[in-house]
């Protein structure tokens, strides 16, 4: 048996197998990747394809928005004014998460496990994956937005200047 999946597209509706939908989100991987541009007509998934990740950073950069994501931290949830116990990161939560329960002596009622783990490589690598879209100039900007963030929560910028690149993509 063929899964149907109906795919709209423009003001016209397509009959599209699972395996013609595959090659449709590959098309525009396969772009993305190469970083071309995405122009494939009649694509659902090219239209729109959203920004990219460099052009996202540049409207966190641009400051045009009150979005509190993407505001930093240290402005509006007052770290300073709260005596936390604990401040658990994700990028530790295997570790931070361990010490939290046995903090709350729950260790024989809670068992950690992590349900989506990063596919493809280690965290770094995935971060760099993106950082690398990035110059080294716009990343400084980056940091120098968030740099009360970086050393509340013990961020080192140096690893992701690290990922930049020297020239734009």
Known sequence: MVTRWFVLSGNSQKNTTFS?????????RAKVRAKLPVDLPGNPFAEPLGPTFSEFVQYVLSGRHTDEHWRPYYAHCS?????????LRCEDIDRDGRE??????RTSQVQMYWENPTKGGSTKEFVCSYYSQLTKETVRKLITK?????????YKPDRYLECASDSQI
């Open 20 to 28: 013609q939908l595959s090659m449709m989100q590959e098309q525009v």
């Open 79 to 87: 770290p300073c004014h709260i005596s936390y116990q604990f401040v």
């Open 100 to 105: 939290f329960i046995e903090y709350l002596n």
């Open 146 to 154: 968030y740099e009360y963030d970086f050393k509340l929560f013990e």
